[in-house]
């Protein structure tokens, strides 16, 4: 496990969000690092899914990992590596992880055994509520049950975010996808998981897939990372890509807006 997360700077070709047929991307692991390869790109990891809910009622089987083929997916990708490895190419192993107050010390614990490059700490599921997987469980909520997810997600945040063993957070403003809930009135909850990052040296990602969301703006939205660039908080440019098409996507677009934010590089 890679304990400190080394910053690789944003902008210069890595790409550690990405999903392949192991979880709910299209294409397989193959196909997703050689795209990542012949786009360019210098360091590929890939991050499927990993979520061991810590209660029943989530649904989560549709998009996760099957928890027996986790070694088909390091010995996979660490057969990858042997082949697609150079001077210019390096391939690393993630796993994005949903985070819960429960069950996390045995995940981390379980996670351990595996010779795993990083984690990306996410939230997917606010109790069995699915926080980014349809418009159509936002719409029948009322603004007062809709309100009461966002606070959950964010408390939840809270919680990955003092997780020494996430090497970055994924998509940190998600709730905001659907277009359905005022994304801003979550300002200062985003302000305070930014600061617990400063202080236990966690990372961000600007993740470019919600440019193609309802939402119509990457994760998380400008206001964030000129918080996030003032606390020094590292960030990598990520497309949290489910097929092999997409693993560059608008970075260009992300690299303006992060030097917009005020990231120097
Ligand atoms: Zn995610
Ligand atoms: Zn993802």
């Not at 690789?8 to 047929?21: A, D, E, F, K, R």
């Not at 980014?132 to 809270?158: N, T």
């Not at 985003?190 to 617990?196: H, M, Y």
Request: aromatic fraction near 12%; include cysteine.
């Amino acid at each position: 496990m890679m304990d400190k997360f080394v910053f690789p700077g944003p902008g210069v070709g890595y790409s550690l969000h990405n999903h392949s047929t192991f979880s709910d991307g299209s294409s397989t692991l193959e196909e997703m690092c050689r795209a990542a390869k012949n786009a360019g790109l210098t360091v590929f990891g890939m991050s499927d899914h990993w979520v061991e809910p810590a209660y029943e009622g989530t649904g989560t089987e549709s998009w996760r990992m099957k928890h027996d083929r986790l070694d088909e997916y390091v010995e996979t990708l660490l057969e990858l590596k042997r082949s697609l490895d150079d001077d210019n190419f390096t391939i690393k192993i993630g796993l994005e992880v949903d985070f819960f107050f429960e069950n996390m010390d045995d995940i981390f614990a379980r996670l351990k055994q595996y010779p795993l490059d990083y984690l990306i700490g996410s939230v997917h599921c606010c109790g069995t509520f699915p926080v980014d997987h349809d418009a159509s469980d936002w719409l029948p909520l009322s603004p007062e049950e809709r309100a009461a997810v966002c606070e959950m997600y964010w408390q939840k945040l809270e919680g990955a975010a003092k997780c020494k063993e996430f090497t970055f957070l994924g998509h940190l403003d998600l709730p905001k996808k659907f277009a359905v809930i005022d994304s801003e009135r979550y300002f200062a909850h985003a302000i305070r998981v930014l600061d617990i990052l400063k202080t236990n040296g966690g990372a961000l990602e600007l993740n470019t897939s919600g440019w193609f969301k309802p939402c119509r703006s990457p994760y998380p939205s400008l206001d964030i990372l000129k918080a996030a660039n003032e606390r020094n908080i590292p960030i990598c440019i990520n497309a949290d890509a489910h097929h092999c098409d997409h693993v560059r996507r608008n970075f260009d677009e992300a690299a303006e807006l992060l030097r917009k934010a005020g990231y120097d590089f």
